[in-house]
Every structure is written in structure tokens, then in C-alpha cells.
């Protein structure tokens, strides 16, 4: 049986300026079941509006007329509620804004996902981030989503946890395996299918 | 690297509303957001050869025959709109030539200026493949993309960099 989502009290704030993108996005959102949005043109309407507001998910453009989105995504992961400060956050971006993927994702996003949006990328994104279990990890330069949750090591710059294995390979302690009791880990076997 | 670092477990609220009873499936609410979409095609599409039109203005305003960086950057933002609604609305041919413009655009940026030649010969050709203007024929598509591939090729710019570099910067985050 598919899996059923009910976003009837959900509330959203979608931060856009293009009204192409502002008619689209109502649209698909409406199709989703998700009528309690709200719609903000600017980064400084968005901050006005997110104190009071009540958001359970925060839609964003990654590039904003009066401030770089990933400000704006700064200035939430730095509020005090904690309702706020660990909102799901969803970066969309054009095609000619690829640079920004990195830093809105530096600043916090959860995930970001290429315009034109369609409803399918854009519904998966949005359950994505709402049922994450990726922890949000505090730093003194970094607050938002761990972004160690693919297997392709620290960013750039960043060096290991204390909490990582060593990445010195010590002596061995004890006999190697010999080739045989390596093959017989990975025995293959033939199987039936029916 | 940082030296304190905390790791927190966060449980939002909207877990929780999702999983509310009387929800809908994701091919229902694909469906219904697809539909409801497509409901604005009309009217929407209609601006296409408006977003050309500003285009064409910002490239007719050129300075001698040359357009700044802050002139393309400034076409770049209409081109973007352009291809929200040739994304949105399945106009395949008009997405392919203007993504061939943000290709060219973002290509020339760097250098400070750019021929308004090649520009316009790329806005000439969204024309050609606007929603108002008479369908081409397979062979006339073919030979329009290929003309504006040679075009890149002149100038020395690889084909589709944005989308790759896209792919690659997408996958990452």
C-alpha cells in the first residue's frame, strides 16, 4: 500500500521573487494538500514574517533581491526557538545559479532542488527533509543538517572528527587471514529465482 | 578546524503532520500538483515572447557592439524566467536554446564584455523557436542547434558547462 502524506497543517513559507515562479509554486503546493502557505518576495519580509509564524517547512530561492539566501538561512539556523532555528530547508535554484548550491548548503540548507521545479523532485525533497534523521550539528562556523550523509568524507577544509577512526593504520596485531578464509566470507552461491 | 562542535537530534513538527491520518499518496499529490499546474499553461505562456522582447531590448541598448558584464548578467535573470516557463510548460526546444544562451552568457561574463553578435544571434533563434512563431521541422531544429553549437565552438566555450557542473554540485549537496 503507498505510503500516505497528509499536509493539510502543514505551513510553509516560500521565499520568491519571480512570479512565474511564485504562480507555479502555489499551484503545486495547493496539489499537495499544502493550503496554509505563505509567500514572501524579499529575505528582510521573510525574517519579519518567521518570528510569528508558525512554519513548519521554508522553501527558498537561492538568490533573493536585497540579500543572498544563504544570509537568510544563516540568520534561521542562529534563532533562539528551537522551531525555528531547525526548520527543514529547501534551496531552489536556476540553472545559471549553480555556484550558490555550495554555499546555501554551507549556510544550513537541507537540500536544494534546480528550477523549473516539478512536483515529483520537489514532493520527494520536501518528505526527504522532513523525515531526515540526519542530526543538525552546532560549530562555531556551521549550524544546520550534517552534511556528512553520503559517504564522500569531510568538505573541503575541514578536517576529521575527534569521534572518526584513526586514520593511521597501525601494526597488526593480530595473523593475517589467509586467501582461503578471505573466499570463504564471500562464498558465492547460485540461487533460484522463481 | 572547529575545536567545540555539538551534534543534536532534531524531531521538527512537521514529522508529525505528515504522518497524520487522511494524507494522500505521492502519485496523488504528483498528479493533483501536475494538474493544477498545467492549468496556468495558457496564460503563462503567453509572457514567453514578452521575456524574449526584454531580451532583445537590453542587447539592442548596447553600447557600440559590445555588451557589459552587468548587461548579460541582467539578460541572465531574464533568461532564467524563460526557461521557468519552457521547463514548466515542456517547450523542449526553446529550453534547449536558451539554456545555449545562459551557456554563452555565463562563458563570456568572465571576460568582462561580450560581441553583441553572438547574442543576438541566439535571441534571433529563441524567436524562431517561440510559442508564437511557426513550428520548425526536425531537420530545421537540427540545423538551428547545431548552428549555435558552432557559435560556442567559435568562441571557444564548452557545451552545456552549467548543466554539468549542475549534475556534479547537485549530487554533492
Known sequence: MDEKFNFAQVCALVVENDQYSTAIMAQILRGFGLSKHVFTATGEEAQSRIPGGRFDLMICESVLPDMPAGDLIRWVRRQEVPEIRFIPIVVLTGYTQISVVVSVRDAGANCVVRKPVSPNILLDHMIWAAKSDRPFIETEDYIGPCRRFKNVGPPYGVGRRKTDVSAELGEAVQPNMSQEEIDSLMRPTKVSIE | ?173
Open chain 2, 1 to 173: 578546524m572547529s575545536r567545540g562542535w555539538r551534534s543534536i537530534h532534531v524531531r521538527n513538527r512537521i514529522t508529525d503532520l505528515i504522518r497524520r491520518p487522511g494524507g494522500i499518496s505521492r502519485s496523488q499529490a504528483v498528479k493533483a500538483a501536475t494538474t493544477d499546474v498545467q492549468r496556468l499553461r495558457e496564460d503563462l505562456i503567453q509572457h514567453v515572447p514578452d521575456e524574449i522582447g526584454a531580451l532583445e531590448a537590453i542587447a539592442d541598448g548596447a553600447s557600440g557592439d559590445y555588451l557589459s558584464a552587468g548587461d548579460l548578467e541582467t539578460m541572465l535573470e531574464g533568461a532564467e524566467r524563460l526557461l521557468i516557463l519552457s521547463g514548466t510548460f515542456g517547450l523542449t526546444l526553446l529550453d534547449e536554446v536558451v539554456k545555449k544562451f545562459c551557456d554563452l552568457a555565463a562563458g563570456v561574463i568572465e571576460r568582462g564584455q561580450c560581441s553583441v553578435a553572438p547574442v543576438s544571434v541566439h535571441l534571433r533563434a529563441m524567436r524562431l523557436v517561440s510559442p508564437d512563431s511557426p513550428p520548425l521541422s526536425n531537420e530545421e531544429q537540427d540545423n538551428l542547434l547545431r548552428e549555435l553549437s558552432k557559435v560556442h565552438a567559435h568562441l571557444g566555450l564548452a557545451e552545456h558547462h552549467l548543466a554539468e557542473e549542475g549534475d556534479q554540485i547537485s549530487q554533492q549537496a
